[in-house]
């Protein structure tokens, strides 16, 4: 195992040049770290899994076992991506036919969370502290704090920061049951408005 800069890298990882990799961050057994990937700090990186070139990952990213990100994603701070999720980046991929410049991105806002076994086809982007259930198929934009299962993935109703499903009064408020934070439902989107927690 190697332990510089408080980074841990376990011994059987490999780790390509030109990668960034965040102070206190974990990579665990037989991952592969592919070249101008810039990892962030605090992030954990299970056991196999492979992060493609140029990938970023923002601080305090928590990837499971098995999980291969490929290039043109991107994950924000907080993102969780569950054991054995995929995602894709060629919408019509074929063995003989090289499409690397037709790569599409897909980004996964801040606080998002992506179940086990889930996929995201490539293009569409999960929103701010979204929660994708296990097995869903994504298959277009998610909005920020929706609830997403099935497959294909429709959404379920709305959740908070802390992951609890939130449930609307007729004001379109809702509060949170853990942190007591207060949401608010207008026009089809949800966004917090009061923050009580850290009172």
Not at 70 to 99: H, K, Q
Request: hydrophobic share 35%; glycine share 10%.
């Amino acid at each position: 195992m190697i332990r510089a800069n408080n980074v841990f890298i376990h011994e059987s990882a490999y780790i390509d040049e030109g990668c960034e990799i965040g102070e206190g961050t974990k990579i665990w057994h037989f991952s592969h770290i592919m070249e101008r990937c810039k990892i962030g700090k605090g992030c954990n990186i299970g056991q196999n899994v492979v992060v493609s070139p140029d990938v970023v990952l923002g601080n305090n990213v928590k990837v499971q076992n098995n999980v291969s990100i490929y290039t043109g994603v991107s994950c924000e701070d907080d993102v969780f991506l569950g054991p054995s999720m995929v995602f894709t980046n060629i919408t019509n991929p074929r063995s003989a036919i090289i499409r690397k410049e037709q790569y599409k991105t897909t980004i996964v806002h801040k606080g998002a969370s992506i179940g086990a076994n889930a996929t995201i086809v490539c293009g569409n982007n999960i929103g701010q502290y979204a929660l994708i259930g296990a097995g869903a198929v994504v298959t277009k934009n998610v909005p920020p704090y929706a609830l997403l299962v099935g497959n294909p993935a429709r959404q379920m109703g709305w959740v908070s920061e802390y992951g609890h499903r939130l449930h609307f009064d007729i004001n379109g408020r809702a509060v949170c049951p853990e942190s007591s934070d207060e949401y608010e439902l207008a026009d089809g989107n949800v966004k917090k408005v009061k923050n009580n927690f850290y009172k």
